[in-house]
């Protein structure tokens, strides 16, 4: 789907072009550049204020490789109305209360529930399991860094709803924070899996993907 701000970046587009068309007509290779980039902005989705493109892979698929039946598994009920922040906060709270372990590989939720330290990819796939498992829709996965200057990789939730956009860390954070309120050099995504669909952040490509 498209966001709203999608969808307004959209219309701005087809608008600025018919304005030129009717000034000048374009050469035919401009036509078709712009024809291309209008293709690559209807794959886009936007969420926590950011860009995310669809991608065939990322650099972190054979990592994802035990966790990949937990991202496409899960049952999305009609409604969220078992989902809520608060129920959230609570979830948050629990693995925030996991002492902090770095594993090489992603650890599965049942690993992580045995109390044994975990990081911040154990208790991000533990959290979405537990969402979809209780319905939660628009949940995703996201890699990326904690702030511009981290060396490592991150990973964390973000979650749109019809209330807004929320940002679950539960690796530091105790409770769900609206992605409105963290700063641009906080948070920065790289890339994002929901179920079987994977996404690559606008300008990520430059990035080295670290763990």
């Given at each position: ?15 600025t ?8 007509p ?17 794959t886009?989705s936007?969420?926590?204020s950011?860009v ?44 925030r ?6 594993q ?17 990819k ?54 769900a ?13 790289l ?19 670290n763990n």
């Amino acid at each position: 789907e498209i966001s709203v701000r999608m969808a307004q970046l959209l219309l701005m587009v087809s608008i600025t072009v018919m304005i030129f068309i009717s000034i000048r007509p374009f050469a035919l290779r401009k036509m078709f550049a712009l024809a291309a980039t209008l293709v690559c902005l209807s794959t886009a989705s936007c969420f926590a204020s950011s860009v995310f493109f669809s991608v065939a892979s990322t650099p972190y698929d054979r990592q994802m490789t035990r966790i990949q039946s937990i991202l496409i598994s899960g049952t999305e009920t009609d409604s969220q109305a078992d989902v809520s922040v608060a129920l959230v906060n609570s979830w948050m709270g629990d693995l925030r209360d996991i002492p902090y372990g770095y594993q090489r590989e992603w650890k599965t939720p049942g690993e992580v529930q045995s109390r044994r330290p975990a990081d911040c990819k154990g208790k991000a796939v533990a959290l979405y399991q537990r969402m979809k498992e209780h319905g939660a829709k628009n949940v995703r996965l996201v890699i990326g860094k904690r702030s511009t200057s981290s060396r490592a990789t991150h990973a964390w939730l973000v979650w749109e709803t019809d209330k807004g956009s929320y940002m679950l860390d539960p690796t530091f954070n105790w409770m769900a924070c609206r992605s409105e309120q963290v700063g641009r050099r906080s948070y920065v995504p790289l890339y994002a899996y929901a179920g079987n669909r994977k996404y690559r952040a606008a300008g990520s490509e430059t990035l080295v993907a670290n763990n």
